[in-house]
């Protein structure tokens, strides 16, 4: 009894995402045929030192079979091929695929922002669609999003999409925070109130607005301070009375990172600050530290009581509490990167995973409002850091 009753919070979370966390549903198969129905789509890519991946999303784009559509790549300052490689790309079925060289960034902004700002104002469509270099689209993915758009009545879409995972780095860190996204949205598609706003999420990947939400809510202006800067617009729109569509975007492919160096920077820069975003203000002093005590003792403790045990010979309640949890771990851990696609195998080294994923989570908490992103330091406001939207423009 005693055993079980110490594996009771092992067992509430298998219950808490077995219960609760649900997919969004997916996409309408049907869209507008004509050039005549379908609104003009401008894509828009923030791109900054994106050599490695910005062919295969110019690619991916130029061969969507929407029947209206322009690709805009804003260029923020690469210090790459970046520029140059977009230049000798086709624009395929788009209408045209145009560079813009991003102008210096301006005081108090944040580079994707920025970027997403000046794309938005050389756009032609009626809808505006922000995307990451990062990303490959399927061919349909455009035509089916409008259609899910417009045939709710939405204001913005976004898509949750599938992430790749090249790495054995990747294999072993994305599930962890993806983990973590989802015990935080678990029903990330359900609608929320203007009052639920700090529930509301979205997917900076894929954002699809119409051009007078986008213009009303102040466009990337609204969030030109903020490092999660989709979150802040998920927030502002709910906030606003706007109906937010979070859909399953399974057409839409994106690897975030590629290498252990590039998975440390890119999370440690917004994954504490997101915590804060995302929660009530009375919380805000305690959830940091509680997400840290919480991670430890959840993943980090029965394998380190296991090999305690193991190593001192000791039997008893200890050992038996380690095998039971750890044991849990290994199985909780290979499903969750067998549902990524990156095999359940993984699981088995879900301990490594979980420290490195908690210093990760210290670095972002330790830096506080300091960001260091793409080869530019960033010094976030005292509102941004708070997570509160009361101030926001």
Same mark, same amino acid.
């Given at each position: 009894?005693?055993?079980?009753?110490?594996?009771?919070?092992?067992?509430?979370?298998?219950?808490?995402?077995?219960?609760?966390?649900?997919?969004?549903? @997916?996409?309408?198969? &049907?869209?507008?045929?004509?050039?005549?129905?379908?609104?003009?789509?401008?894509?828009?890519?923030?791109?900054?030192?994106?050599?490695?991946?910005?062919?295969?999303?110019?690619? &991916?784009?130029?061969?969507?079979?929407?029947?209206?559509?322009?690709?805009?790549?804003?260029? *923020?300052?690469?210090?790459? =091929?970046? @520029?140059?490689?977009?230049?000798? /790309? $086709?624009?395929?079925?788009?209408?045209?695929?145009?560079?813009?060289?991003?102008?210096?960034?301006?005081? %108090?902004?944040?580079?994707?922002?920025?970027?997403?700002?000046?794309?938005?104002?050389?756009?032609?469509?009626?809808?505006?669609?922000?995307?990451?270099?990062?990303?490959?689209?399927?061919? *349909?993915?455009?035509?089916?999003?409008?259609?899910?758009?417009?045939?709710?009545?939405?204001?913005?879409?976004?898509?949750?999409?599938?992430?790749?995972?090249?790495?054995?780095?990747?294999?072993?860190?994305? !599930?962890?925070?993806?983990?973590?996204?989802? &015990?935080?949205?678990?029903?990330? @598609?359900?609608?929320?109130?203007?009052?639920?706003?700090?529930?509301?999420?979205?997917?900076?990947?894929?954002?699809?607005?119409?051009?007078?939400?986008?213009?009303?809510?102040?466009?990337?202006?609204?969030?030109?301070?903020?490092?999660?800067?989709?979150?802040?617009?998920?927030?502002?729109?709910? $906030? *606003?009375? =706007?109906?937010?569509?979070?859909?399953?975007?399974? @057409?839409?492919?994106?690897?975030?990172?590629?290498?252990?160096?590039?998975?440390?920077? %890119?999370?440690?820069?917004?994954?504490?600050?997101?915590?804060?975003?995302?929660?009530?203000?009375?919380?805000? !002093?305690?959830?940091?530290?509680? /997400?840290?005590?919480?991670?430890?003792?959840?993943?980090?403790?029965?394998?380190?009581?296991?090999?305690?045990?193991?190593?001192?010979?000791?039997?008893?309640?200890?050992?038996?509490?380690?095998?039971?949890?750890?044991?849990?771990?290994?199985?909780?851990?290979?499903?969750? /990167?067998?549902?990524?696609?990156?095999?359940?195998?993984?699981?088995?080294?879900? !301990?490594?995973? /979980?420290?490195?994923?908690?210093?990760?989570?210290?670095?972002?908490?330790?830096?506080?409002?300091?960001?260091?992103? $793409?080869?530019?330091?960033?010094?976030?406001?005292?509102?941004?850091?708070?997570?509160?939207?009361?101030?926001?423009?």
């Amino acid at each position: 009894m005693d055993l079980l009753l110490l594996c009771l919070p092992w067992t509430a979370v298998a219950l808490f995402l077995v219960l609760f966390v649900r997919i969004p549903r @997916g996409l309408p198969r &049907s869209a507008p045929d004509g050039t005549d129905q379908a609104p003009l789509v401008s894509v828009i890519v923030p791109a900054r030192n994106e050599e490695e991946n910005i062919r295969s999303l110019l690619t &991916s784009l130029s061969a969507m079979d929407y029947p209206c559509f322009e690709i805009l790549v804003v260029d *923020d300052e690469s210090e790459d =091929r970046t @520029g140059e490689l977009v230049e000798s /790309s $086709r624009a395929g079925n788009a209408t045209s695929l145009r560079l813009i060289r991003g102008a210096p960034l301006p005081k %108090g902004w944040f580079g994707k922002p920025w970027a997403c700002f000046q794309g938005a104002r050389v756009a032609k469509g009626e809808l505006l669609l922000f995307t990451d270099a990062d990303t490959v689209h399927g061919a *349909d993915l455009l035509r089916r999003a409008v259609a899910g758009l417009l045939g709710e009545d939405a204001d913005a879409l976004t898509l949750i999409g599938r992430q790749l995972m090249g790495s054995f780095w990747e294999r072993i860190l994305q !599930p962890q925070f993806f983990v973590l996204l989802a &015990s935080r949205f678990p029903r990330a @598609g359900t609608p929320r109130k203007p009052h639920q706003w700090r529930h509301a999420i979205a997917n900076g990947q894929y954002l699809l607005f119409r051009r007078e939400t986008y213009e009303a809510m102040g466009g990337h202006a609204a969030v030109r301070g903020e490092v999660v800067e989709d979150m802040r617009i998920a927030q502002l729109l709910v $906030r *606003d009375g =706007r109906h937010l569509l979070v859909r399953d975007g399974r @057409g839409l492919r994106t690897r975030m990172y590629r290498s252990l160096g590039g998975l440390v920077e %890119g999370w440690s820069k917004n994954l504490a600050t997101g915590a804060l975003q995302a929660t009530p203000g009375w919380l805000v !002093p305690f959830i940091l530290p509680f /997400s840290a005590l919480g991670g430890t003792l959840l993943w980090i403790l029965p394998p380190a009581v296991l090999a305690w045990a193991l190593v001192s010979g000791t039997g008893g309640t200890p050992l038996h509490f380690g095998l039971l949890c750890t044991g849990f771990g290994v199985l909780f851990w290979g499903l969750a /990167s067998a549902l990524m696609g990156g095999g359940p195998i993984y699981g088995l080294l879900y !301990p490594l995973g /979980s420290i490195l994923a908690g210093y990760i989570f210290l670095l972002s908490w330790t830096r506080g409002g300091r960001i260091r992103w $793409r080869g530019r330091r960033y010094l976030m406001s005292r509102e941004a850091r708070r997570g509160s939207t009361e101030e926001r423009p």
